[in-house]
């Protein structure tokens, strides 16, 4: 019986993460996004690091999280703004600079502004 039991409250709790990185990946709301953030579950920042919805000021909140790989996103990500690219572009770890490189070139040549 609390094999069973266990089953079940892994499946609701697997449930529940999966709803909030669902949640996470289709919301259009920056306070709401703020919002999931600040519960710290595993996976959503790195779901709105790599939202079409999220916006300049998520991201750039976003480049001073821990994990590598959401300012990974955070460099990859078209809405970051141009300030923020420059200042990944001096980020400790080398891909985040390279992907910084990269989008802020693109970003560069899109608005046809020479650095």
Partial sequence: MGMIKG???????????DQVLQSARLCQNEDELF??????????ALEVAKSIYATPRVLEGLTRHHSITVRHEVAKNKNTSVETLKRLCDDKDMLVRDYARRTLGHKLLDQKIVP
């Fill in 7 to 17: 089953k079940v409250l892994e499946e609701n709790k697997m449930q529940k993460i």
């Fill in 35 to 44: 919002s999931l953030i600040r519960e710290n579950m595993p996976g959503v």
